[in-house]
């Protein structure tokens, strides 16, 4: 399920980033994601996908890949696990070991809904 101290509290609800990434990973359209929590007033906290595009999804447009994206969690997963915002990175930063630094995008997007 990955790390706990990943987990997002949406709603009352647990969310556990690694079943959103992973399903978000096998679109075709998406090389990598990351998913993160952004604080939200009404939720607690808010889903957030930073995803990068696949040479398919290049064709897309940031609206369209975002779109795409959230129209196929919704479709497969459970209400609350949808992202409520998709971003479209060139890549992911990373620390020295090749790990996606969440914190760093944690940092980036949590005044989304302030």
Same mark, same amino acid.
């Given at each position: 399920?990955?790390?706990?101290?990943?987990?997002?509290?949406?709603?009352?609800?647990?969310?556990?980033?690694?079943?959103?990434?992973?399903? @978000?990973?096998?679109?075709? @359209?998406?090389?990598?994601? *990351?998913?993160? %929590?952004?604080?939200?007033?009404?939720?607690?906290? %808010?889903?957030? $996908?930073? %995803?990068?595009?696949?040479?398919?999804?290049? =064709?897309?447009?940031? =609206?369209? !890949?975002?779109? %795409?994206?959230?129209? $196929?969690?919704?479709?497969? +997963? *459970?209400?609350?696990?949808?992202? &409520?915002?998709? !971003? *479209?990175?060139?890549?992911?930063?990373?620390?020295?070991?090749?790990?996606?630094? &969440?914190?760093? +995008?944690?940092?980036?997007?949590?005044?989304? !809904? *302030?």
């Amino acid at each position: 399920m990955g790390r706990g101290k990943d987990m997002i509290i949406s709603g009352g609800l647990n969310v556990y980033p690694k079943e959103v990434e992973d399903f @978000i990973d096998d679109l075709e @359209i998406v090389k990598e994601s *990351a998913i993160v %929590a952004s604080p939200h007033p009404d939720f607690g906290e %808010a889903v957030v $996908a930073v %995803a990068v595009k696949s040479k398919k999804g290049e =064709e897309l447009s940031d =609206e369209e !890949f975002q779109k %795409a994206i959230i129209k $196929a969690v919704k479709s497969n +997963l *459970a209400p609350y696990k949808v992202p &409520k915002k998709v !971003f *479209a990175l060139k890549e992911m930063p990373r620390n020295a070991l090749g790990k996606i630094l &969440k914190k760093e +995008l944690r940092e980036t997007y949590k005044n989304l !809904f *302030a």
